[in-house]
């Protein structure tokens, strides 16, 4: 039992439980049994008696089922002191909605940022599931369709705890690029980005500010269009390299090594020397690096917004340290004055709008402000009111995530190969042909005719120049009624020569059979149906045929006497024999 308890009172073990485990200990007790009534001739109870057992009572229940409700009811009243479920009791299960966004918060785990958003819905009747974890405790793979899907694995007491979600929205509270060892997570902010996950500050911004001095060319321009006066900005000099750091700056000046906060890799030069050492330095890490003139601060302004809200915080460092945010410091509260609100204000409409950001300046004793510097959402919150600040930033999350459309991810290239039921083409879909008239035109079908050689006459040898053909009639498309039987076959008589296939005729009527000519061999071929004009422009071609230059090569050879008869001789024969083939 003991050990029960401490389990228990172990802060981890139930959030590292999966989904469903143990939501029983959330549930009411059942009702009590109703009182039974007296029934008559059992005497009644006082209510310090013991009654009777009844003769067709059931029998008690068994030691083992009454230590097992004893232990339940000690591991609820466990986890409901340890605070790890709701004393009240939970809804019905029709009351549980599964209808929910998932908010990622990228931030360390000093905070629980999942209490600020307990309870609140959104778009209606959405909840919110906060998963929160650091950028080195994620990982992440997005898709071009919108997919994104971030893994979390989590060391909680000595437990490793792996979680893979698809966020709806992300919160930015940790600077995505530093120049300290394995601390550059602009890979992430790709990542979301090539998904579209809506987030606060933008990801375009977030991954513009990775860069100070890209941020602070941003603050030039400002400069530049209102002014000194309006917008005082301090004097930078950038290097992109070691080797441009030749030209000799009016000493003392701040070098700032590369990307980094909280006054990492910031050093103070008084003279050439030491100028010349930090140049060396910066060859070995490889980066730009910046200078400004010191200012011999007073103090150190910063002013904040997040989004309607503004504060100001003035800080005075004790310890006599020229960074003023090193060693002991005083923090506290200033008025919200006009120039400050001013500053802020500019440098939020920086990279599309920044609705979480805060201005750093430097107050001299010469009485002179310089602004240094701009940060967004992954800013610290300092002072007294940090938990107004953190409630701000979670009122300003659910008004964007009210705001953001919905998002649905398109097909992947494999769901758009999948099988669809489509309809075909109109050009390629089945025709359907109109009812048969009364006198549906026949159908016809070219036959080849085999030609028999003629052992007693000469047979022209085929010549290879072309040939005009005359064009083809047009063709009668096949009807859905069933085509009629082909006439019996009839017997032609033709030669070896070049004989053109029978063209169908839109009118068709069945032709007698001619009768056979005795120059010629018998062929015994499927004679088509045909009609007189078919008739008519057969003869004509064959005397077109004729009329050609088919054998005039012919009638200049050597051989010219006797061929040229006989191929005279075979033609009229096959003028003759269409002529009466096709005569009505």
Known sequence: MNFLRRRLSDSSFIANLPNGYMTDLQRSDPPPPPPSTATPGVPATSPGQVPAPAPNAAPPAPDSLTSLSSITNVVKQTAVSAGLVDQNPAPGPGHVSMRFKIL?????QQYVWSRLFRGKKIQGDYDIKVEQAAFSEINLVSHANGSCNVDIQLIRNGTKVVRSIKP????????AYSMAHNEDFRNMIIGLQYAGVPSINSLESIYSLCDKPWAFAQLIATCKKLGPDKFPL??????????????????????KIGHAHSGMGKVKVDNLSDFQDIASVVAITQTYTTTEPFIDAKYNIRVQRIGSDYKAYMRTSISGNWKSNTGSAMLEQVAMTDKYKQWVDICSEIFGGLEICAVKAICGKDGKDYITEVVGSSMQLIGEHQAEDRQLISDLVLTKMNQAQPRTATRSPAQLTQPQSVEPPAELAPKVSPPPKPAPPLVLRAATIPIQKQASTPVAKPYSAPVSRPAPAPVQKQSSSPPPKPPPPAVVKTTSAQVPKPIPSPVQKPAPAPAPAPALAPAHVSAPVLSPNLSQSLTNAFSALGDASFFRSSSTSSSAGGEDEAKAETIRNIRKSFASLFSD
């Open 104 to 108: 990622l918060v990228i931030d360390e």
């Open 168 to 175: 709806d929205f992300v919160l930015m509270r940790q600077h």
């Open 234 to 255: 301090i004097d930078q000099t950038f290097y992109p390299n070691h080797k441009d750091m030749i030209s000799m700056p009016s000493f003392p000046v701040v070098v």
